[in-house]
């Protein structure tokens, strides 16, 4: 199981080249957490390719496919509105680390 928490920098590196990459390893679920506004997409692999299984947002009780034993309610975990003043705006890498690693 993995889980990645996305960022605007870093969108198309989790979305596309890690979801191949866990995908072609045979990672049996992988997570994409997106805040604010939570989202939270649950793609389980099925036979040699991933099948989105669930989407949950802030109001729902998530529950692993893979391990049933693993839920929780979201509500209790992400808290909203954040404040302005502590809200992470814009996200800068200096040095884009995945530019020279080519595709996947």
């Known amino acids: 199981m993995v889980v990645e928490l996305l960022s605007l920098s ?4 989790e979305r596309v080249r890690k979801f191949q990459l866990y995908q072609s390893a045979g990672v049996q679920e992988y997570w994409l957490v997106t ?6 997409e649950i793609f389980i692999l099925e036979g040699d ?3 989105l299984a669930a989407g949950y947002s802030r109001g729902n009780t998530l529950a692993s496919p893979a391990f049933p034993e693993l839920s929780f309610d979201l509500a209790s975990i992400f808290t909203y ?3 302005p003043d502590d809200a992470v705006l814009k996200v800068h890498e200096s040095i884009q680390p995945y530019a020279a690693m080519g595709s996947v």
């Not at 870093?10 to 590196?13: E, G, P, Q, Y």
């Not at 805040?35 to 939270?40: A, E, G, T």
Request: proline share 19%; net charge negative; hydrophobic share 40%.
């Open 10 to 13: 870093t969108l198309s590196h």
């Open 35 to 40: 805040v604010p506004p939570l989202l939270i």
């Open 49 to 51: 390719h991933y099948q």
């Open 81 to 83: 509105p954040i404040d």
